[in-house]
């Protein structure tokens, strides 16, 4: 006769219960967390050229102290805008060397207040320096630098031969 099967008891684990949405929980935090330790707002993927210009890839610590560039194209001209405040044209460097454009600039500032009851000394400085390859047909003898309100403007106007090589296409309606 066949033995009668011994019936062992079942306990429910409360804990097993909430242990797993807790456990699907962190794993997912754990996705977030490495998503946002992998997003650098500074390395976004900028382009590497525009109008033909060379932009160098800046580090975070550069962005920090290096000037907001504004690259733009107009009529037989490219112009170069950096926002330099708190400098004056003396402390702003624009050179050419084999046909790249350098821009340097160092800002130094020194602010003391001596009271009766307290002594306040703040020291600001820094340096920065960009260089941009110019494309072809810029015309190096002709480029002109202005700095006015913070602002320094760099006109690089093209050569007769680049301007020739423009041509408009007219855009029709279908």
Do not use: C
């Amino acid at each position: 006769m066949a033995e009668a099967a011994t019936k062992l008891p079942v306990q429910k684990s409360v804990g097993a219960a909430r242990t797993e949405p807790q456990t699907r929980l962190q794993s997912l935090r754990k996705e977030i967390d490495a998503l946002f330790d992998d997003f650098h707002p500074f390395d976004w993927r900028l382009p590497s050229k525009m109008f033909g210009f060379e932009i160098p890839r800046i580090s975070y610590a550069e962005w920090q102290i290096a000037p907001a560039i504004d690259l733009l194209e107009k009529d037989g001209a490219y112009e170069i805008s950096a926002e330099l405040p708190g400098l004056d044209e003396k402390n702003v460097e624009v050179s050419l060397t084999n046909h790249t454009l350098t821009i340097k600039g160092e800002k130094s500032e020194e602010k003391k207040e001596d009271q009766k009851d307290y002594y306040l000394s703040e020291r600001r400085y820094g340096s920065f320096q960009r260089s941009f390859q110019l494309p072809e047909g810029v015309d190096v003898d002709k480029i002109d630098a202005h700095f006015a309100k913070g602002v320094l403007t760099v006109m690089l106007p093209k050569t007769a031969e680049a301007k020739k090589a423009e041509k408009k296409i007219e855009v029709k309606t279908a």
